[in-house]
Antibody
């Protein structure tokens, strides 16, 4: 089955670091870009960035550049997004998704990140 | 960046009636060399991940009921649900994939009247 399996919900304190994951299966990981989308509570979808697992070419939205780091581990078909110092405003659901020509045809179930003191 | 603006923000339609959602881009998303509009529509039901409905502005994704249709070109696009069903209650988003960042519209919440 073609799917993206995301890591579980996280509860963190402001200033802490975090890395969440998205593991693909059912297709050749290095043939497709993979991306991340933020959805803050009660809000819309925000395109964060994408990475190509083949060469790690990465594109960020200007809104997120410098705030997060997107990476991959080809050996385990897994993409990551990480924060060095979380803020309360990072509280959101984070979806990984597979872009095809830029549109997202396959989505993970999301990882809820809660940042609270 | 290309800004996507949807209208209305929310919409209430009776079961069996037509629902129409509009999406406007701040610049054309029509690529002249292949005459394709780089515009997609997604459905997000409560508590679920988004689901791709329409791409290239008017091509239905496999498995999407034919009551969903997309139209438009250049900067103005429409998602139409011809006969609203209870399971269509959701938030609908348009997205341009013409130029990075591939931004989404703010969403339109569709409810039953």
């Amino acid at each position: 089955e073609v799917q993206l399996v995301q890591s579980g919900a996280e509860v963190k304190k402001p200033g802490e670091s975090l890395k969440i994951s998205c593991q693909s299966s059912g297709y050749v990981f290095t043939n497709y870009w993979i991306g991340w989308v933020r959805q803050m509570p009660g809000r819309g979808l925000e395109w964060m960035g994408i990475i190509h697992p083949g060469d790690s070419d990465t594109r960020y939205s200007p809104s997120f550049e410098g705030q997060v780091t997107i990476s991959v581990d080809k050996s385990i078909s897994t993409a990551y997004i990480q924060w060095n110092s979380l803020q309360a405003s990072d509280t959101a659901m984070y979806y990984c998704a597979r872009p095809l020509h830029g549109l997202f045809d396959l989505w993970g179930r999301g990882t809820m990140v809660t940042v609270s003191s | 960046d290309i800004v996507m603006t949807q209208s209305p923000d929310s919409l209430a339609v009776s079961l069996g009636e037509r629902a129409t959602i509009n999406c406007k881009s701040s610049q054309s998303v029509l690529y002249n060399s292949n005459n394709k509009n780089y515009l997609a529509w997604y459905q997000q039901r409560a508590g679920q991940s988004p689901r791709l409905l329409i791409y290239w502005a008017s091509t239905r994704e496999s498995g999407v009921p034919d009551r969903f249709s997309g139209s438009g070109s250049g900067t103005d696009f429409t998602l139409t649900i011809s006969s609203l069903q209870a399971e269509d209650v959701a938030v609908y988003y348009c997205q341009q994939y013409f130029g990075s960042p591939y931004n989404f519209g703010q969403g339109t919440k569709l409810e039953i009247k």
